[in-house]
C-alpha cells in the first residue's frame, strides 16, 4: 500500500525548522499526482502533537507521525533511524524527504541501508513523468546535472535547503496524529562530550538567505571587516574562497565551492572574487549574483545578474553606505 | 591501531567537467586526484599513527585500472598498504553498491580499529557511502569530523562539524568516522616515499575474491542522463562613479530582485 | 629503440613538482618578482619533500636522481616561477663539481651535511671581465702550505650570500688560460669572503645575485677538488651536465606563456568574439605549441644521453640554446597575444618575457652554444645519436 510521500522534519525545542516547510512543499507538489497523502514525521522528546498537527494541516500535511521519547531528545543517528525504519517497513511510502541538513545527511543514507532504499542525494527537482519520480540534482559541485530514477519504492532523498519555497498556512486544516512506536530504542554509540558554539551571530551559511563573500581581491584578512559590516548590515553569512582559506585569511566554515560549502542563497554578493570553476560550482544555484571586482574579464561576471567593476576599496565603502541610507529611509 | 581508508579518485577539483551525450565526458578527464576529503583523512590519519607512536593505514579504493596511480599517491604520502577493487561489476555502482563492496573488502581484510573515509565524494557528491558502510559493518559512526583528537580506553574522541558549531564526540572503536576538510593541508608526498611506493604491497581484488554476486550490486539509484546546468542569464554591468553605482545596485536588490 | 614513456616513478614525480609548483611558488611569483624577494620558505618546503638535491647520490642525503628527472622537475618549477627554479638549481650547478671530482671524503664532509638541511649552493666561475672567456679569468690561487689562498672577484653569482658552499674557480697564474686553473670548496664561514650588493635584475627577480669578493680567503688543501689543474675539465663537465636543466627550464617558461596565451585567447572578445577565434592569434598559437613540442624532445634527449652517459656537448648545447630561443619567442608573442594587458603588471606574461631573456644569456651565451656547435658540426663530432 504505497499511498504516502514522508517528510522527515527536523525540529529544535519543539520548532519545526525552515527545511521542513520546504520539505512539505515539495512533497506536496508531487503527492497530488503520485495519489498519495503527505506525512511529516516529527522526532523528539515532549512535543506538542496537537500544535505540530495544526501548523503542519494548515500547511498542507494530511498526517503527522509523532515519535516521542526522552531517546529522541536530540538527534541520534541508531535511535532515530530505528523509528524511521519502522515506519518505512510499516507504511511503505513511496518518498522520503530529508533535509540536507547536518542531521539529513546523516539520517538518511543510515536510513536507506536499513531499508536496502535507494537515496538521492541534495535534490533540486522533484518531478513525476509517467506515474514515476524523476528526480534532477546537482553533481560535480553543480558543473552537471544529474537526473536520475530510484528503481523501487521507497525513493529516498535529501533536499537542498532554499530550494523550494517554505509551505506557508492556509485555512484551518489539522492534520491526523499518529504516535509511533519507540520501544526498546537503541542506544546511541555516540556520545557528546562538549559543544563548542560557534561565536558569530551570523545566520548558516547553507541556510543564509544572503550570503557576502569575499575573495583574494581583498588583499588581506585585515580587510575582511568590509565583508563583515556589509554582511551584518543585510543580516548576511559570511562566505569565502579556497584561496582565501588556504591563505588562513578566513576559516575553513566560510568556505564556498567544491571542497567547501554548496549554497544557494536569494542573494550572493561575490566581492574581489575571480570566479575559479572550484568556487563557481559551490554557489552557481544562488537566486542573484552580485559581483565585484576591479577586472572586467573575470569570469565571475559571466554568471553574475549584476556586476560593478571597480575597485573594492572604493565600491564597497560606498555600498555599506547606500545600504545604510535604504534602511534609514525604509524604518 | 589498524585505519582503513575507503579511498576514490576524482577529476581534479581545478578543471571543470565537461558533459557529452547526457553523460560526465569521464574520458576527458587528464588529470585525477585523490578525493580530497579522503586526502584530508589520510593526513589526519597520519598524524594520529604518528602521536601515538604506532598504527598502520590501508588504503581500500573501487576504481579502474588507473586508479592505482592514485593509490601509489597515498602510499607515497605514508600510508602503508593498499588493496584495489577492481571489477567490471565495480564501474557503474551506487552508494549502496559502493558501500557493500567496501563492507566486503573490509571484513576480507579483518583487522581494523577505524575506518576513516572522507565524508563524500567530490565528484557526484552524494555523501551516502561512510554511513552506509557503518551500518553494513554494524558499526557506530560519527559524520563530518574535522579530526581525531584521542584514542582512549579502546575509543576515539572526534571533533566534529555540528549545527553552530563543534562538538567533541566519543564513539568505541571500532567505528567509522567520517572526514570534512582537517586542519592540516594533506602533505605532499616526498621524493623518498614516491620512490618507495612501489615496494608496499597492492593488492587486488575483484567481486570473485569478495565472494559478491554482481547482480546484488545492480544499481538502485539509476542515472538517468546529465546536462549542464542552466546557462545563467547575461548579466547587466552597472556603470558610473562607486557611490551612484552602489546606490543603483542597493535600488535594483530591493525593487527589481526584491531580495533586500 | 625509442620510448617516450615515463615511468610511473617520474610521473608521480612530475606530478608531485606540478602540485608543488603550483600551489607552493605559482602563488607567490609575483609577488616575489615584485619584491625581489629570496624565497626561503618555500626552499624549506621543497627541502623537506626530497625536491632540492636531486641529481646527489643518495648515499650524500641527495635524490640519487638522474639529469632527465631533474628536467621533469625544472620544467614543472619554472612554468611557476623562473627566478625561483634558479635559485633551486643553482645548487645543482655547484654541487656538480662535487659528485665528478670529489672524493668519497670530500663528499661525506661537504655533501652529507649540505643536504641535511635546506642549504644553498653558489657555483663560482664568471667574473667581471671573464663571462664567455672563462680561460681569462683572473681569480687566483697560491698554496702555502697544507692551504691554498684565493684571490679575486666573482661576478653573476646566484645565491651569492645566501649559499652555505661556494664552489670556486681559480687559476694559479692568468697566463696559463685553462691550464692553470683549479676548482675549490669554500664554506660560507670562510674569513675574507664577502659579497658585493644585491643585484637590482630585469627578470629572475626571485632569486639573489651577488658578486663574491675573495680577499686572502684559506682553505684547506682538502678542500681541493681533482689535481691541480682539473678546474677547467671539472667546469666544462659541469655546465655539460647543467644544460638539459636549462633547456627545461625554459620549456617550463614556454609553457606557462602559452597557457596563459591559450586561456586568455578564449576569453578576450574583441569584433563581437573571442579573439581565438581569429587566424591571427591562432597562427601564434600553433607557432607556440610547435616551439615548446619540439623544444622539449630535444631537452629530454640531451637529458637521457646525459643519464645514458653518452654525454654529448652537441646535442645539449642544442638543446639550452634552442629551447631557450623558444622560451623568449613565445613569451613575447604571449605578450603580443594579451596587447596593451601583456605589457601590464598586472598579468603574468611580461614576466615571463623578462624572465625568459636570461635564459638565452647565462651557463653559456647562446652565441656561445652556437660555436659549440659549429665547432662539432665542423670537426666531424656531431654526435647526435
Not at chain 2, 185 to 196: A, D, K, S, W
Request: charged share 25%.
Amino acid at each position: 500500500m504505497a499511498d504516502l510521500a514522508l517528510v522527515v522534519a527536523e525540529q529544535q525545542d519543539g520548532k519545526l525548522k525552515k527545511i521542513t516547510y520546504e520539505m512539505l512543499t515539495a512533497a506536496r507538489q508531487v503527492a497530488d499526482e503520485l495519489d498519495t497523502e503527505v506525512g511529516v514525521i516529527v522526532l523528539g522528546d515532549g512535543l506538542d502533537a496537537d500544535a505540530l498537527a495544526a501548523d503542519l494541516g494548515a500547511r498542507g500535511a494530511d498526517v503527522v507521525f509523532v515519535g516521542d521519547d526522552p531517546a529522541l531528545g536530540s538527534y541520534a543517528a541508531e535511535a532515530y533511524s530505528t523509528v524511521i525504519q519502522r515506519l518505512v517497513e510499516d507504511e511503505e511510502p513511496t518518498l522520503v524527504l530529508f533535509g540536507m541538513t547536518p542531521m539529513g545527511r546523516d539520517l538518511a543514507p543510515c536510513v536507506a541501508a536499513k531499508v536496502n532504499g535507494g537515496l538521492a542525494s541534495d535534490i533540486t527537482g522533484l518531478r513525476v513523468e509517467d506515474g514515476e519520480l524523476v528526480i534532477t540534482r546537482p553533481i560535480f559541485s553543480g558543473q552537471a546535472i544529474a537526473t536520475v530514477r530510484v528503481k523501487r519504492p521507497p525513493v529516498l532523498a535529501t533536499v537542498r535547503p532554499n530550494t523550494w519555497s517554505a509551505a506557508q498556512p492556509a485555512g484551518d486544516d489539522e492534520a491526523d496524529v499518529e504516535t509511533l512506536d519507540v520501544d526498546d530504542l537503541p542506544e546511541n554509540a555516540v556520545h557528546v562530550l562538549s559543544v563548542e558554539a560557534k561565536e558569530s551571530e551570523r545566520p548558516e551559511l547553507t541556510e543564509a538567505s544572503i550570503i557576502v563573500a569575499g575573495g583574494r581581491g581583498l588583499q588581506g584578512p585585515e580587510n575582511f571587516h568590509l565583508i563583515e559590516e556589509l554582511a551584518d548590515l543585510l543580516g548576511a553569512a559570511v562566505g569565502t574562497t579556497r584561496a582565501v582559506v588556504d591563505a588562513g585569511w578566513r576559516p575553513y566554515e566560510e568556505q564556498v565551492g567544491q571542497t567547501g560549502k554548496t549554497v544557494s542563497p536569494q542573494l550572493y554578493i561575490a566581492i574581489g572574487i575571480s570566479g575559479a570553476i572550484q568556487h563557481v560550482s559551490g554557489m552557481r544555484t544562488s537566486r542573484y549574483i552580485v559581483a565585484i571586482n576591479k577586472d572586467p574579464e573575470a569570469p565571475i561576471f559571466k554568471i553574475a545578474d549584476y556586476g560593478i567593476v571597480g575597485d573594492l576599496f572604493k565600491v564597497v565603502p560606498e555600498l555599506i553606505q547606500a545600504v545604510k541610507e535604504y534602511k534609514a529611509a525604509n524604518q | 591501531m589498524n585505519i582503513i581508508i575507503p579511498m576514490k579518485r576524482v577529476p581534479d577539483t581545478a578543471i571543470q567537467v565537461n558533459v557529452k551525450d547526457g553523460r560526465v565526458a569521464l574520458e576527458e578527464v587528464e588529470t585525477w586526484v585523490i578525493n580530497p576529503y579522503d586526502e584530508y583523512a589520510i593526513e589526519e590519519a597520519l598524524r594520529l599513527i604518528e602521536r601515538l607512536g604506532e598504527g598502520k593505514i590501508t588504503i581500500v579504493t573501487i576504481g579502474p585500472e588507473a586508479a592505482q596511480e592514485t593509490i601509489r599517491k597515498a602510499l607515497a604520502m605514508g600510508a602503508h598498504e593498499a588493496y584495489h577493487l577492481l571489477d567490471d561489476a565495480f564501474e557503474h555502482l551506487d552508494a549502496l553498491g559502493r558501500a557493500r563492496v567496501l563492507a566486503a573488502a573490509i571484513e576480507k581484510i579483518g583487522e581494523y580499529d577505524l575506518i576513516w573515509p572522507g565524508f563524500k565524494g567530490v565528484d557526484y557528491d552524494e555523501g551516502q557511502t561512510g554511513v552506509m558502510l557503518a551500518e553494513f559493518l554494524g558499526l557506530p559512526h560519527v559524520s563530518t569530523a574535522i579530526t581525531v583528537e584521542e584514542i582512549e580506553d579502546g575509543h576515539a574522541v572526534a571533533k566534529i562539524e555540528a549545527e553552530g558549531g563543534y562538538q567533541h564526540v566519543r564513539v568505541p572503536l571500532p567505528a567509522v568516522i567520517t572526514q570534512t576538510q582537517g586542519p592540516n593541508e594533506p602533505r605532499y608526498p616526498t621524493l623518498r616515499g614516491i620512490m618507495g611506493a612501489k615496494k608496499k604491497p597492492l593488492t587486488v581484488w575483484n567481486a570473485d575474491d569478495l565472494g559478491l554476486d554482481p547482480d546484488e550490486l545492480e544499481p538502485v539509484v539509476e542515472l538517468l542522463h546529465v546536462e549542464r546546468p542552466p546557462a545563467r542569464k547575461a548579466g547587466r554591468i552597472l556603470e558610473g562613479e562607486p557611490a551612484e553605482v552602489a546606490r543603483e545596485l542597493v535600488r535594483i536588490l530591493h525593487e527589481e530582485a526584491k531580495v533586500i | 629503440m625509442i620510448s617516450f614513456t615515463l615511468t610511473e616513478e617520474q610521473r608521480a614525480l612530475r606530478e608531485l613538482a606540478r602540485e608543488f609548483a603550483q600551489k607552493e611558488i605559482a602563488p607567490r611569483a609575483a609577488e616575489l618578482d615584485r619584491e625581489g624577494r629570496h624565497p626561503a620558505e618555500i626552499i624549506q618546503k621543497a627541502w623537506e619533500i626530497g625536491l632540492m638535491n636531486l641529481t646527489v647520490p643518495e648515499a650524500y642525503g641527495g635524490g640519487g636522481l638522474g639529469v632527465f628527472e631533474e628536467c621533469l622537475v625544472a620544467e614543472e618549477f619554472a612554468a611557476a616561477c623562473a627566478g625561483v627554479t634558479t635559485t633551486v638549481m643553482a645548487n645543482s650547478l655547484a654541487l656538480t663539481p662535487i659528485v665528478l671530482a670529489g672524493t668519497h671524503e670530500q663528499k661525506e664532509a661537504f655533501l652529507s651535511p649540505f643536504c641535511a638541511a635546506p642549504n644553498l649552493a653558489s657555483f663560482c666561475l664568471t667574473e667581471p671581465q671573464a663571462g664567455s672567456d672563462v680561460a681569462g679569468m683572473r681569480t687566483t690561487y697560491r698554496r702555502e702550505g697544507d692551504e691554498y689562498v684565493i684571490n679575486g672577484t666573482k661576478q653573476w653569482i646566484t645565491n651569492a650570500g645566501e649559499s652555505a658552499l661556494y664552489v670556486v674557480f681559480a687559476t694559479k697564474d692568468p697566463q696559463l688560460r685553462h691550464k692553470g686553473i683549479s676548482a675549490f670548496i669554500v664554506p660560507a664561514d670562510t674569513p675574507g669572503l664577502s659579497f658585493g650588493k644585491k643585484e637590482d635584475k630585469m627578470g629572475h627577480r626571485a632569486s639573489t645575485t651577488r658578486s663574491v669578493i675573495f680577499d686572502e680567503v684559506r682553505v684547506p688543501a682538502f678542500n681541493r677538488l681533482g689535481e691541480e689543474g682539473d678546474g677547467w675539465m671539472i667546469a666544462m663537465r659541469t655546465l655539460d651536465k647543467s644544460r638539459p636543466g636549462i633547456a627545461a627550464m625554459a620549456v617550463g617558461i614556454a609553457r606557462a606563456a602559452l597557457q596563459a596565451s591559450l586561456e586568455y585567447s578564449q576569453q578576450r572578445a574583441q569584433f563581437g568574439q573571442p579573439i581565438a577565434n581569429f587566424q591571427a592569434i591562432q597562427f601564434m598559437l600553433a607557432d607556440m605549441a610547435i616551439g615548446v613540442e619540439t623544444a622539449r624532445y630535444q631537452t629530454w634527449r640531451a637529458a637521457w644521453l646525459v643519464d645514458q652517459g653518452k654525454y654529448s656537448r652537441y646535442a645539449s648545447s642544442i638543446a639550452k640554446c634552442y629551447a631557450t630561443d623558444v622560451a623568449m619567442r613565445v613569451t613575447t608573442d604571449a605578450v603580443q597575444v594579451f596587447g596593451g594587458y601583456g605589457y601590464s603588471k598586472e598579468y603574468p606574461v611580461e614576466k615571463y618575457m623578462r624572465d625568459a631573456k636570461l635564459m638565452q644569456i647565462y651557463e653559456g651565451t647562446n652565441q656561445i652554444q652556437r660555436l659549440v656547435i659549429a665547432r662539432a658540426l665542423l670537426k666531424g663530432e656531431a654526435d647526435g645519436t
